[in-house]
């Protein structure tokens, strides 16, 4: 099956600081999205890229998605203690058979220390 | 409108032992997706389906059956639970396949 790779795996970094990370993939998709998860909740879309080079901001999130269709990078800047959680990217393959589930890479642990 | 609800939210089971998790979606959403995850890993797709009455295999469907017999309603169940199944269930939707996934809070299960 198809493999994401997802980094760094975790990330200590000052309230204020700039967060960046990315997803790499063995093979091409042509949606890429970015959630969030909370402890005891379930994944919530930040934000989704529908085009390859596509650059897409939700408030203080950057997203973009990669030319060669297998990578993307998530960045939020100037963090705040409500940023912390995990970050999952997700690639999605739409083909003429129909609903592709989500790929998952293995999430980026958000820690902010005050 | 509840969105994507899940039941149980906790379930312990021991070995051998059979249950059905349930979810329910409230926005007539064609498509529904079960996923499990498993610490340090991201989310797999187990099961989905495109529609009322039709089902699919995802990534890791060895163990577990699915059924769609309503709209709203995706059913997962384990005939015969194993620890290796022992993780967090996560139930989604969406009403196309280019559309957002929405998903439910999660069923967390052990299986001892």
């Known amino acids: 099956g198809q493999q994401l790779n997802q980094s760094p795996q975790s990330m200590f970094i000052q309230e204020g600081e700039d967060v960046s990370m990315n997803c790499t993939s063995s093979?091409?998709?042509?949606?890429w999205l970015w959630y969030k998860q909370d402890p005891g909740e379930g994944p919530v879309l930040l934000i989704a890229?529908?085009?390859?080079?596509e650059l897409t901001s939700n408030g203080r999130l950057t997203a973009q998605f990669g030319i060669t269709r297998k990578d993307s990078f998530l960045n939020i800047s100037a963090s705040i203690p409500s940023d912390v959680g995990i970050y999952f990217c997700?690639?999605?393959?739409?083909?003429?058979?129909?609903?592709?589930?989500?790929?998952f890479g293995k999430g980026t642990h958000l820690i902010i220390q005050p | 409108n509840a969105g994507v609800t899940q039941t149980p939210k906790f379930r312990v089971l021991k070995t051998g032992q059979s249950m059905t998790l349930l979810c329910a979606q409230d926005?007539?959403?064609?498509?529904m997706y079960w996923y499990r995850q498993d610490p340090g890993m991201g989310l797999r797709l187990i099961h989905y389906?495109?529609?009322?009455?039709?089902?699919a295999k995802g990534e890791v469907p060895d163990g577990y059956n699915v059924s769609r017999l309503k709209k709203q309603n995706f059913l997962l169940g384990l005939e015969s639970a194993a620890p290796s199944q022992t993780s967090v269930y996560f139930c989604?939707?969406?009403?196309?396949?280019?559309?957002?996934?929405?998903f439910g809070p999660g069923t967390r299960l052990t299986v001892l």
């Open positions: 989604a939707s969406t009403q196309r396949v280019t559309d957002t996934q929405y």
């Open positions: 093979s091409i998709f042509n949606t």
């Open positions: 890229l529908y085009k390859a080079g």
């Open positions: 997700a690639g999605q393959l739409i083909s003429g058979g129909g609903a592709d589930g989500l790929t």
């Open positions: 926005m007539n959403h064609e498509y």
């Open positions: 389906s495109v529609g009322e009455g039709t089902t």
